[in-house]
T-cell receptor, first 109, second 117 residues
Framework: GQQLNQSPQSMFIQEGEDVSMNCTSS?????WLWYKQDPGEGPVLLIA?????ELTSNGRLTAQFGITRKDSFLNISASIPSDVGIYFCAGQLNNDMRFGAGTRLTVKP | GAVVSQHPSWVICKSGTSVKIECRSL??????MFWYRQFPKQSLMLMATSNEGSKATYEQGVEKDKFLINHASLTLSTLTVTSAHPEDSSFYIC?????????????FGDGTRLSIL
């Protein structure tokens, strides 16, 4: 499917720092999803958001479904080395799911 | 819960060989499964949507005779790359949606790395 606008493309941070990434689209979605992909593996679902304005946490991860239904952000607090990987946002409308280009996160110990 | 198993994880074969990749939902039924292709350092590209008991829906530019999809049961979809050539080398990933609700998230398998010599 078409790409969402995901930023930043990459981040290099020190362990313990907080991270923020976001996705925007010109289209409205019913569901926003955030996945993490490690090298050579499939994406793993981190957080699913179903309602506009919804703010959901999963451990150190927090994500929000934008009020306009056209954007979402993911925050990671107190990063650790195992947070390294590629994070993808995905917007879903019925059977149509579109992915962002990914944010490559590097965490320096 | 919501585990998707993909097999094999790695295939190396000669040009002209046909390769079958299996995608199974282990602890849920999936009326809809999806097949993606991913090039290095790029996002996932949807190839086709696989519907149990009916024909797959292919994305524009994806050859249905090249990439055969069968979704014979609620827990199994297969992708067969027919007469594979080096340009078909890629990382193929399947996903499945838990239940029939279109708002349910997709859960992904671990991918199959296909290398055609």
């Amino acid at each position: 499917g078409q790409q969402l606008n995901q930023s930043p493309q990459s981040m290099f941070i020190q362990e313990g720092e907080d991270v923020s990434m976001n996705c925007t689209s010109s289209s409205i979605f019913n569901t926003w999803l955030w996945y993490k992909q490690d090298p050579g593996e499939g994406p793993v679902l981190l957080i699913a958001l179903y309602k506009a304005g919804e703010l959901t946490s999963n451990g150190r991860l927090t994500a929000q479904f934008g009020i306009t239904r056209k954007d979402s952000f993911l925050n990671i607090s107190a990063s650790i080395p195992s947070d390294v990987g590629i994070y993808f946002c995905a917007g879903q409308l019925n059977n149509d799911m579109r992915f962002g280009a990914g944010t490559r996160l590097t965490v320096k110990p | 819960g919501a585990v998707v198993s993909q097999h094999p994880s790695w295939v190396i074969c000669k040009s002209g060989t046909s390769v079958k990749i299996e995608c199974r939902s282990l602890d849920f039924q999936a009326t809809t499964m999806f097949w993606y292709r991913q090039f290095p350092k790029q996002s996932l590209m949807l190839m086709a949507t696989s519907n149990e008991g009916s024909k797959a829906t292919y994305e524009q530019g994806v050859e249905k005779d090249k990439f055969l999809i069968n979704h014979a049961s609620l827990t199994l979809s297969t992708l067969t790359v027919t007469s594979a050539h080096p340009e078909d080398s890629s990382f193929y990933i399947c996903s499945a949606r838990d239940g029939t609700g279109v708002s349910q998230p997709q859960h992904f398998g671990d991918g199959t790395r296909l290398s055609i010599l």
